[in-house]
Each structure stands twice: as C-alpha cells, then as structure tokens.
C-alpha cells in the first residue's frame, strides 16, 4: 500500500459520524486484521492503517487538521509516533481499558518500541489476565527483543487459556526454534496444524526445524505442503 488512502474510506465512516461510531468501526477492524488473527501477509499493514486512521479521526484537533488539508496537513505537523499515540492520552484514553492499553501497545509494536508495548500489554493484562490474544502479543514484543524464553512463558499463558489458538503454538515453536530446541519446536508446530492443518505458515517452521535437524526428506515434504497452501505467495 504505497499511497495512502482516505483515512474515512479505511475505516468506513464518514465526517459526521459520531465519536462512537468511529471507535466501534476501529475496535472492529482491528480486531479483524490483526496479525495474531489474520495470517494474510499484508494483515500487518492494514493493521497500522486502521490505526493510523483512528488515531486522527478519533482526535478533535488532528480530525481539524486532516478536514482542512488532507494527509498534507497531517503529516507535516505531526510525527508518526505522536499520530499514533495521540488517541491513547488525555481523554481519549481510559487507564482501567484493556482494549486501550492493548490498542496502545500495538501502536508502539508497530513503531518498533517493544519494550514500551510490552509496559502496556502488562497493564492489559492487569486488568483482563485471561485474554489470550494480549498475552500472545507481548510474546511477540518480546520475541522480537530477542527475549525468547521470557516469550515462550507468555506463549504458554496463552495457550492455557485457550488451547485452540494455532498462532500462540507456531509462534511459540518459532521461539523455540530460536533456542536451538529443535524437537520442542517440531511438537508445537504439530499442534498448530493438529489445530488448523491449513496453517502454511505452520508448515513452513515446522519444515525449518527438520532441516536443522538433518531430516531433509521430512522437511521437503513439509515445505511442498506448505506452498501447496500458499506459503509466500
């Protein structure tokens, strides 16, 4: 997506629609292209988009701004990461919100501030401990931190409280895999598939980890299933 798009046609609202038609329209598409739950390889970028364009619209000044002079006018007062975070201060944001905090934390996650993110998944978690999808999404902070153990204990909270979840195993057996632990990762990529045998991505990993541990026929019969389902296309 090089050009940007209206940020009302990305959400699907218009000028005059109300603050909580807005925030409704956003939770929804949010949740809807989220990475964790949306493997399409351009999930992430929708993801940012739609954030992107709550951020603004949500903002009586920013939504001024952008009315009057386009993306032009936005971009050229504000940074990236104060369009981002700007929906998350002030009134906008409830502290006792999980949904804000974890909104929060993907913002600064796509900005490349992991370890901020991970200070508001925690809060997140603070007040709503059994949603797994903010325990999947520190992992993934902390994967990307280098922070593979710490990762695969989140992982496993996830997985506790939802057994089902085929992304908490692959991405847990991507942390694994990391670790050097070959075998453990191979068994969480069983399950992913066990869960969602479609999951190319899950093939793919599961293939990577055979291929380090020399089982090369294994591993092409998995990286054949997966571009069978469409890996890397």
């Known amino acids: 997506m090089s050009a940007k798009r209206d940020y009302y046609d990305v959400l699907g609202v218009t000028k005059t629609s109300s603050h909580y038609e807005v925030k409704q329209q ?4 949010a949740l809807k292209f989220h990475p964790d739950r949306n493997q399409y390889l351009d999930a992430g970028e929708h993801f940012k988009e739609i954030s992107e364009a709550y951020a603004v619209i949500s903002n009586p000044d920013k939504k001024q701004v952008y009315d009057q002079h386009g993306h ?9 990461a104060d369009i981002f975070q700007g929906a998350q201060r002030g009134d906008e944001f409830d502290s006792n919100d999980a949904w804000g905090w974890r909104n929060k934390g993907g913002a600064l996650y796509f900005l490349d501030k992991y370890d901020e993110a991970i200070t508001c998944y925690d809060q997140a978690i603070k007040i709503d401990p059994n949603n797994p999808v903010v ?3 520190k992992a993934l902070a902390l994967y990307f931190l280098g922070k593979y153990d710490e990762a695969i204990i989140s992982y496993d909270q996830a997985i506790k409280i939802d057994p089902r979840d085929a992304d908490a195993w692959n991405n847990k057996g991507n942390s694994l895999n990391f670790l050097g ?4 990762a191979i068994i969480s990529y069983d399950q992913a598939i066990k869960i969602d ?3 190319a991505d899950a093939w793919n990993n599961k293939g ?3 291929n380090f541990l020399g089982n090369d026929d294994e591993a092409k019969k998995c990286y054949a299933r997966s571009r069978e389902l469409g890996y890397g296309s």
């Open 26 to 29: 956003y939770r929804k598409l």
């Open 135 to 137: 325990w999947n999404n």
């Open 181 to 184: 632990k070959y075998d453990e």
């Open 72 to 80: 032009t006018g936005v971009d050229g007062r504000y940074s990236s």
């Open 208 to 210: 990577n980890s055979l």
């Open 197 to 199: 045998p479609r999951d």
